[in-house]
Each structure stands twice: as structure tokens, then as C-alpha cells.
């Protein structure tokens, strides 16, 4: 289980939004920090196969991103999901997992175990029109988790929850990086740092540091801010 990026670019005529990144990512949970506009989003629609890179390759297991085995094991929430405010919370999740292919008695099932996940269990059938903002985020959350999705992208996932949820959220995600690879990204350095086994830092588009975080290198989010100072 490896995602492998190499020397991926992605320029909008003059700008270089991401420029020459390289990394593998294998198992684990993986934190990818950077202020707005350092090319975290950017980075994370060409992993989904969303944007296409103006140069380099993203495979996972030799498999490329714009295949459709690919896509099989990819799950995605991005920073502004669109819901259909008049679908229950069940019937939104059984309508994506149709558009995702998953059989019907598979997608009852899944969507019954995802609503429980992320406590939504009690309010199934109430529309989703009707939901707080944090509430979307956790539908958003497993509608991401759908497939069973082996590469899981959570662009800000943590938005829009209460520090309550924001906790309970990020054990669901130490628990999801156990069997699958997790690119997590936000501004909220906390969220990172007691959840992430590896860290990614960007700025101007290109990766500034990746790697392990303990105690001994010194406080992160000091760190974070002094990059973006």
C-alpha cells in the first residue's frame, strides 16, 4: 500500500500553484499543513484525480491516478461539499453510493454502519437541510468512507465542529489510518499534531518539511507559524 508522488507540478499560467512536489505515502495518518494559498487544496484535487498535474505522476500501488481502479480506492471530502438539502441523511448516502457503484444491499448496510460512525443514527430521516453545519461535516465525513476507501483525503474535515466532535473525530482517523493511507489537511495545528504519524508542511507550493514530530524538535504549531510568518 503506497501512494507514490513524484515531481508533481501544477502551474495557472504564471502562477506555480504546486511546484515539483515528491513524496511516498504508505500506511498511517499523514498531516499536511500550509497557510491559504500554499498549494495544500491544489495538491489534494490531483491526488483525487480532480485537477490534472501539468507535470509528474500520482499511482497508488503502480495503479495511476486517472484510472478507474484508481478511483475504487479513493475517498474524498473536500473543503466545500455540496448536499441536496431536501435528502434525508440516509437517502443522500444510498444515492452516492449508487453513483459510486456499490451494489444495493452492500450500500443499506454500509450507510446504516457510517450513520452510526458518526452519530447520526438518530436523525436518518430528518432532511439535511436541517442540520447544523458540524452535522454536514460528519455526513460529509462518511460519505467519504463509502467504499471502504483504501487512500482517504480529508481537505479541513475538522470545519464547522465543535471541540466535542473535533476530539471524537480524530479518533475515527487514528482508527481509518490503521488500514489505509489518511492525508488529513487543516489549519488547526492541534488537530495534527495528536493525530498525525507523519507531517507535511507547504509553502509557496512547495513541500518545506516531511516528516516525524515529537517533543525533542519543539513545539509544531511555533514552528508552523515561524514558516508562515
Not at 457503484?101 to 430528518?126: C, F, N, Y
Request: aromatic share 8%; net charge neutral; hydrophobic share 40%.
Amino acid at each position: 500500500m503506497k501512494l507514490t508522488i513524484d515531481r508533481v507540478s501544477k502551474q495557472y499560467k504564471n502562477l506555480i500553484a504546486v511546484d515539483r512536489i515528491s513524496a511516498d505515502l504508505e500506511k498511517g495518518v499523514y498531516g499536511l499543513l500550509g497557510a491559504n494559498g500554499a498549494g495544500k487544496t491544489t495538491l489534494m484535487r490531483m491526488i483525487c484525480g480532480i485537477l490534472k498535474p501539468t507535470g509528474g505522476t500520482i499511482t497508488y500501488d503502480g495503479i495511476d491516478v486517472g484510472e478507474e481502479a484508481y478511483r475504487a480506492i479513493l475517498g474524498y471530502l473536500p473543503q466545500d461539499f455540496g448536499y441536496y438539502p431536501e435528502f434525508s441523511a440516509t437517502d443522500f448516502l444510498l444515492y452516492l453510493a449508487a453513483l459510486k457503484g456499490i451494489p444495493k444491499a452492500q450500500a443499506k448496510r454500509r450507510t446504516t454502519e457510517l450513520l452510526e460512525l458518526v452519530s447520526l443514527q438518530d436523525v436518518r430521516h430528518k432532511k439535511v437541510k436541517t442540520f447544523s453545519g458540524g452535522m454536514k461535516q460528519r455526513l460529509g465525513i462518511a460519505q467519504a468512507l463509502l467504499n471502504e476507501p483504501k487512500l482517504l483525503i480529508l481537505d479541513e474535515p475538522t470545519a464547522g465542529l465543535d471541540p466535542k466532535e473535533r476530539v471524537r473525530f480524530r479518533e475515527l482517523i487514528e482508527s481509518l489510518g490503521r488500514e489505509s493511507i489518511v492525508l488529513l489537511s487543516t489549519h488547526i495545528v492541534s488537530d495534527i499534531e495528536h493525530i498525525a504519524d507523519e507531517i507535511l508542511m507547504m509553502k509557496g507550493g512547495q513541500l518545506i518539511y516531511q516528516g516525524k514530530w515529537n517533543g525533542m524538535k519543539g513545539d509544531l504549531e511555533q514552528f508552523y507559524l515561524e514558516q508562515n510568518a
